[in-house]
């Protein structure tokens, strides 16, 4: 097994076990570190907008024990079925233990082959409840992902990804205008990040979607 380490920005070091995608630069994987307290949902919550840039903590004990739905599995709208995006968009996972053999009847692979495939580092056997307590207590801070060792250069303490410099939402908004559903209400979705079950409600009052970009120039 890798070793896998996470290094906060305050200094504070946590060590693991690499599960995910290993092949990060020597600089390490830079994001801003988070928590999320659900049980279940993980698919759901990797590929939700809302953490693009961040590495993602689960309070949660045990994750992976369901793996990973059908990737290519579409509605009758073309969304993923059981998907909150087309992309993964965390940076990095931190559990505090995953389950390599899942058992469900829609298990399509295990999560750390998912993670792999979407080159998505991820790290377990960290006390994720140590963490989750640092991070609520002191607030969100930067982090890095190193795996196999930590370099002792500058890199390791250098944090380069600021998420306020950067422009999340470009990142994550839809290119095109898209239209979904023969509703008679017309309701104009604005994307800035929006997650395709937000879609999928508004669908179920009998409306029709237009789905634009977030700089969608409304007056030409």
């Not at 390791?156 to 509703?183: H, I, M, Q, R």
Request: glycine share 10%; proline share 5%.
């Amino acid at each position: 097994m890798t070793r896998a380490y996470l290094v906060l920005q305050d200094g504070t070091t946590y060590e693991g076990t690499s599960f995910g995608y290993s092949k990060t630069n020597l600089g390490g994987q830079d994001g801003e570190v988070v928590f999320n307290t659900g049980m279940t949902g993980y698919p759901e919550t990797l590929t939700d907008p809302s953490y693009r840039g961040q590495i993602l903590v689960t309070t949660y004990p045990l994750l992976g024990n369901y793996g990973i739905p059908n990737w290519d599995a579409v509605d009758s709208y073309g969304l993923r079925t059981y998907f909150e995006s087309d992309g993964v968009h965390v940076k990095g996972l931190i559990v505090g233990e995953h389950q390599d053999y899942p058992s469900h009847h829609q298990n399509s692979s295990p999560l750390g082959e998912f993670l792999i495939r979407h080159k998505v580092p991820a790290i377990s056997g960290i006390d994720t409840r140590s963490l989750t307590k640092k991070i609520r207590e002191q607030g969100v801070m930067k982090g890095k992902i190193f795996i196999g060792n930590v370099p002792k250069t500058s890199a390791a303490k250098t944090f380069n990804y600021d998420t306020d410099k950067e422009d999340l939402v470009c990142e994550v908004s839809t290119p095109t205008v898209s239209e979904y559903g023969n509703g008679k209400k017309r309701i104009c979705l604005v994307d800035t990040g929006c997650k395709f079950n937000i879609i999928r409600k508004l669908l179920s009052f009998d409306t029709t979607v237009i789905r634009v970009p977030h700089d969608y120039l409304f007056m030409e």
